[in-house]
């Protein structure tokens, strides 16, 4: 939506352009505003196009001082308040934190005057208590009407999608959803694609029927039509509304191909905690909800654009693997990265190998030899015929990105269908024996050595490679320069493995 993406830029930075004009009413009020933020967030999301993170956060600040104070209060506040958390969650800076602290404070008490303002309400508490680790309750009350609107039907798919999948409210919120996709109506334009977005992305999310897409789909499309012919005369409603759907039609092609399919990141032999701005302690460091530079929720999206859900995975073995069908494996810790990890074992090895000999699919992600574990993680990928030599490679002096390219050539052993620039930062290297077969070598730097593996093992399929690449830092599309395409490699990598699996 490229059109819409400058209105945001002009409106929500202090000019007018493209005719949308900022006045007092609803094109430039604090919440229109805030709906057009959320519609660049799932832009971002979507695309990781790094103008839009730059955007939404220039927009925010905008209204905070450098103490985290926010400018508005009341209703205007709480619009403002996923845009806030979500800055928070990516940089992790305290001045924010402090704004989304503040507003759910103002929430104590306060009743939504209308289904916008519930909304923005209960999307923010689901972002808050989500980041925080605290009282899921709290957001199955904010979601306890009986409104039909098609604010409430966003709201509950937004908010469903911040809760974990371990959320005990999550289930209740999910029957809500359902229920309410078949009573709701949708008034005016903002209403229709709201509405339509809601519908697309609870599909995608396997959330409600296959069979609602086709028919959203036709007339979202229309819908989406008349927002990208021309601006004028949208206000930032509209045009937020419009992005938001856009975010799903983008993803309309895919998000049936792979439903059913879960996708599991290791939890056990990579258990990193951190503490979260409230004091509780969370799980970080390539998880699907780290949204921070450490974590793998863009890689997370890159699966879920085909339709497959995620879950995260203990101690492997049998219970813990049934249902998984792609299993993912990043840089094994070491003491100093968590005094207490979990080595890998015999049993796990075990574990491992009969679930890929059944039909799953293992994604192998190292590190480098400083920064993770070999000796015993070595053990699991021998199995399939894959060593990782304790080395570093690739090693970068500041930001010259260049000396961590990896040319990855289209058609790479089937893998990789298109050609992608990689970005691989402190790698290993890879030692083969049958099963395994090299599918990538470096050219670039170190002289051919081996850098992704494929093992066929049973049923199923072991891929393997020195780096854990695709985690936000290098996916999000707010450092590298234009040239490294690394969402664009994790969207292809995602559709290997889903295709894979048995």
């Given at each position: 939506?490229?059109?819409?993406?400058?209105?945001?830029?002009?409106?929500?930075?202090?000019?007018?352009?493209?005719?949308?004009?900022?006045?007092?009413?609803?094109?430039?009020?604090?919440?229109?505003?805030?709906?057009?933020?959320?519609?660049?967030?799932?832009?971002?999301?979507?695309?990781?196009?790094?103008?839009?993170?730059?955007?939404?956060?220039?927009?925010?600040?905008?209204?905070?001082?450098?103490?985290?104070?926010?400018?508005?209060?009341?209703?205007d506040a709480v619009a403002m308040g996923v845009p806030v958390v979500t800055l928070y969650r990516v940089t992790l800076e305290a001045k924010y934190w402090k704004a989304a602290t503040a507003i759910h404070e103002g929430l104590a008490g306060a009743?939504?005057?209308?289904?916008?303002?519930?909304?923005?309400?209960?999307?923010?508490?689901?972002?808050?208590?989500?980041?925080?680790?605290?009282?899921?309750?709290?957001?199955?009350?904010?979601?306890?009407?009986?409104?039909?609107?098609?604010?409430?039907?966003?709201?509950?798919?937004?908010?469903?999608?911040?809760?974990?999948?371990?959320?005990?409210?999550?289930?209740?919120?999910?029957?809500?959803?359902?229920?309410?996709?078949?009573?709701?109506?949708?008034?005016?334009?903002?209403?229709?694609?709201?509405?339509?977005?809601?519908?697309?992305?609870?599909?995608?999310?396997?959330?409600?029927?296959?069979?609602?897409?086709?028919?959203?789909?036709?007339?979202?499309?229309?819908?989406?039509?008349?927002?990208?012919?021309?601006?004028?005369?949208?206000?930032?409603?509209?045009?937020?509304?419009?992005?938001?759907?856009?975010?799903?039609?983008?993803?309309?092609?895919?998000?049936?191909?792979?439903?059913?399919?879960?996708?599991?990141?290791?939890?056990?032999?990579?258990?990193?905690?951190?503490?979260?701005?409230?004091?509780?302690?969370?799980?970080?460091?390539?998880?699907?909800?780290?949204?921070?530079?450490?974590?793998?929720?863009?890689?997370?999206?890159?699966?879920?654009?085909?339709?497959?859900?995620?879950?995260?995975?203990?101690?492997?073995?049998?219970?813990?693997?049934?249902?998984?069908?792609?299993?993912?494996?990043?840089?094994?810790?070491?003491?100093?990265?968590?005094?207490k990890p979990n080595y890998a074992d015999s049993a796990d090895a075990e574990a491992v190998a009969g679930w890929v000999n059944a039909g799953g699919v293992l994604l192998v992600m190292q590190n480098d030899g400083t920064n993770a574990e070999f000796e015993h993680?070595?053990?699991?990928?021998?199995?399939?015929?894959?060593?990782?030599?304790?080395?570093?490679?690739?090693?970068?002096?500041?930001?010259?990105?260049?000396?961590?390219?990896?040319?990855?050539?289209?058609?790479?052993?089937?893998?990789?269908?298109?050609?992608?620039?990689?970005?691989?930062?402190?790698?290993?290297?890879?030692?083969?024996?049958?099963?395994?077969?090299?599918?990538?070598?470096?050219?670039?730097?170190?002289?051919?050595?081996?850098?992704?593996?494929?093992?066929?093992?049973?049923?199923?399929?072991?891929?393997?490679?020195?780096?854990?690449?695709?985690?936000?830092?290098?996916?999000?599309?707010?450092?590298?320069?234009?040239?490294?395409?690394?969402?664009?490699?994790?969207?292809?990598?995602?559709?290997?493995?889903?295709?894979?699996?048995?």
């Amino acid at each position: 939506m490229k059109v819409l993406r400058t209105v945001a830029l002009g409106v929500l930075c202090g000019v007018s352009v493209c005719g949308v004009a900022q006045t007092a009413e609803a094109p430039g009020s604090v919440a229109a505003q805030a709906l057009m933020l959320d519609g660049v967030i799932a832009e971002w999301h979507a695309t990781a196009d790094g103008r839009d993170f730059k955007l939404v956060k220039q927009a925010v600040d905008k209204h905070l001082t450098a103490d985290g104070v926010l400018d508005v209060t009341g209703a205007d506040a709480v619009a403002m308040g996923v845009p806030v958390v979500t800055l928070y969650r990516v940089t992790l800076e305290a001045k924010y934190w402090k704004a989304a602290t503040a507003i759910h404070e103002g929430l104590a008490g306060a009743k939504p005057a209308s289904p916008e303002e519930m909304y923005f309400a209960a999307t923010f508490l689901a972002a808050y208590t989500a980041t925080a680790h605290e009282n899921y309750a709290e957001v199955k009350q904010a979601f306890a009407s009986a409104d039909t609107s098609a604010w409430r039907l966003a709201a509950l798919v937004d908010g469903i999608d911040f809760l974990p999948a371990n959320a005990a409210e999550r289930a209740d919120l999910i029957s809500a959803l359902q229920r309410a996709a078949e009573k709701t109506s949708a008034s005016g334009v903002v209403g229709e694609r709201l509405r339509s977005y809601a519908l697309l992305k609870a599909v995608r999310m396997g959330l409600l029927p296959q069979k609602i897409e086709a028919a959203t789909l036709k007339s979202a499309t229309k819908l989406r039509g008349d927002a990208g012919v021309d601006a004028k005369g949208q206000d930032l409603r509209e045009a937020g509304a419009a992005m938001l759907l856009s975010s799903e039609l983008d993803q309309s092609a895919t998000a049936l191909t792979e439903q059913g399919k879960t996708v599991g990141i290791d939890a056990w032999f990579n258990s990193q905690m951190r503490k979260g701005p409230n004091g509780a302690d969370g799980s970080f460091h390539y998880k699907w909800d780290d949204d921070a530079n450490s974590g793998f929720s863009f890689f997370g999206r890159a699966f879920e654009r085909y339709g497959a859900q995620l879950t995260t995975v203990g101690k492997p073995t049998a219970e813990s693997l049934k249902g998984v069908k792609v299993y993912i494996i990043a840089s094994p810790d070491i003491p100093s990265k968590n005094p207490k990890p979990n080595y890998a074992d015999s049993a796990d090895a075990e574990a491992v190998a009969g679930w890929v000999n059944a039909g799953g699919v293992l994604l192998v992600m190292q590190n480098d030899g400083t920064n993770a574990e070999f000796e015993h993680f070595n053990g699991i990928t021998e199995r399939f015929g894959i060593h990782l030599n304790a080395v570093l490679r690739n090693t970068v002096e500041g930001s010259k990105y260049e000396q961590g390219k990896v040319v990855i050539p289209a058609g790479t052993t089937g893998v990789f269908r298109d050609a992608h620039n990689a970005y691989m930062k402190e790698i290993c290297t890879i030692s083969t024996q049958a099963p395994a077969v090299p599918v990538l070598r470096d050219m670039l730097h170190n002289s051919g050595e081996v850098y992704m593996a494929v093992a066929k093992y049973g049923k199923g399929t072991v891929y393997a490679v020195v780096d854990p690449w695709l985690y936000n830092e290098y996916t999000d599309g707010r450092k590298l320069p234009a040239e490294w395409d690394q969402f664009a490699a994790a969207k292809d990598l995602a559709r290997w493995a889903l295709e894979q699996s048995k």
